[in-house]
């Protein structure tokens, strides 16, 4: 029997319909929730990206707000504009799209973001609130979206194992932090997985779990998933399709057809993870309107 496909877009949905509740009632008490994009050159993914994250916005009645800058663009001058949103009451979150060109420093930007108005969860200050299990900061929207997939789909954390393949900043070290710690969609017991690591695959055979966020085009093969497992795929790599118009197409870091005979359960990609970032983005920026006020 093929897996039970977790669909991403009808969570995230639900999540927004949530949300749109507590939208109404800060637009009751005076406060519309405020979110500033900037996005420094013209990559194509960050285009789109950006462009969804308005439009999700527009949807919810969030209001925002978009900066693009030139690639050649200097840090002080991005911290500069960074500072003047940090100071803008209307805004509750402010989001600096990566990738960053070369010249400028990611953890410099991200620790420039007041940790009130760090929508993404990078700031130190949040990060250090997530490995404490201070549930007051905020959290990277990619990692909390797959606990929310998790937890909405009746996936039991609770004593699981479950093993992350990855280690970046963003979704890796956030995702194993989150399902280790006491709590809702949590309580697991995680292994981290990376280039360096011996014999993957016995690893994956043992999980419960598997979160695929390595970034490697369809890494995860049906001989190393354990009959059963629940597997979340977080990729996104372009690869070669000669049967495309632009001669690639998408695919995620699991080789869907095949995995897909072997798991549990498994998200799509497209249709999965992605959704969800968004609508943790969002649940992030009307929280932090929320705290402005109280």
Known sequence: ??????????????????????????????????????????????????????????????????HVLPEATSESDLLTLIAQLNSNPRLHGIL??????????????????????????????NVG?????????????TPAGVVELLVRSGV???GAEVVVLGRGNIVGKPM???????????????????????????????????????GVAEFVKADMVKLGATVIDVGVNRVADANSKT????????????????????TPNPGGVGPMTIAMLLQNTVRAAELSIS
């Open 247 to 266: 001669g690639t197409k998408l695919v995620g870091d699991v080789d869907f057809t095949a995995v897909e005979k072997i798991a549990g359960m498994l």
């Open 96 to 125: 600096v799209q990566a990738p960053l060109p070369k010249h400028i420093s990611e953890s410099v930007i991200y620790s420039s973001v007041l940790p009130t108005k760090d929508v993404d969860g990078f700031h130190p200050v």
């Open 129 to 141: 609130k997530l490995m404490l299990g201070d549930a007051t900061g905020f959290r990277p929207c």
């Open 156 to 158: 039991k954390t609770d």
């Open 176 to 214: 194993a932090a989150m399902l280790c710690q006491k709590g809702r969609g949590a309580n697991a017991t995680v292994t981290i997985c990376h280039s360096a690591t011996r014999d993957i695959k016995a690893h994956c055979l043992r999980a419960d779990i598997i979160v695929a966020a390595i």
């Open 1 to 66: 029997m093929p897996a039970k496909l977790i669909d991403g877009r009808a969570i995230a949905a639900q999540i927004q319909s949530e949300l749109a509740a507590r939208v109404a009632s800060l637009k009751q008490r005076g406060t519309t929730p405020g979110l500033a994009f900037m996005r420094v050159g013209e990559d194509p993914a960050s285009k789109v990206y950006v462009g969804r994250k308005e439009k999700a916005c527009a949807e919810l009645g969030i209001v925002s707000e978009t």
